[in-house]
Nanobody
Framework: QVQLVESGGGLVQAGGSLRLSCLAS????????MGWFRQAPGKEREFVAV????????YYADSVKGRFTISRDNAKNTVYLQMNSLTPEDTAVYYC??????????????????WGQGTQVTVSS
């Protein structure tokens, strides 16, 4: 079955950086878009970024545009989220997600059927 395992979360001071990784297994990785979502305490889960199956297309939430970069290495079945200029408002559990349909580029959360367990990112002020 499809498995997504995130890593790289932690505690960082405001203005700092973190890089999240998500290792995928169980299907042909390079056929599917991958996304990152996050959920802050007391809030609904929200979209952060998505990257197409080949890496040629990306899309970001306005709140992270210019600070976060999504990328992927299809040879390693891994998607990354480089997070720079972090603020306390970025504190959340970050989830990696895989689209259920091959060769589709989407930001719709319902289109992502496969989810990791989440990794905590805490930004102190």
């Amino acid at each position: 079955q499809v498995q997504l395992v995130e890593s790289g979360g932690g505690l960082v001071q405001a203005g700092g950086s973190l890089r999240l990784s998500c290792l995928a297994s169980g299907r042909t990785f390079n056929k599917y878009s991958m996304g990152w979502f996050r959920q802050a305490p007391g809030k609904e889960r929200e979209f952060v970024a998505v990257i197409s199956w080949g890496g040629g297309n990306t899309y970001y939430a306005d709140s992270v545009k210019g600070r976060f970069t999504i990328s992927r290495d299809n040879a390693k079945n891994t998607v990354y989220l480089q997070m720079n200029s972090l603020t306390p408002e970025d504190t959340a559990v970050y989830y990696c997600a895989g689209d259920s349909t091959p060769f589709r580029f989407t930001v719709v959360e319902a289109h992502f059927d496969y989810w990791g367990q989440g990794t905590q990112v805490t930004v102190s002020s």
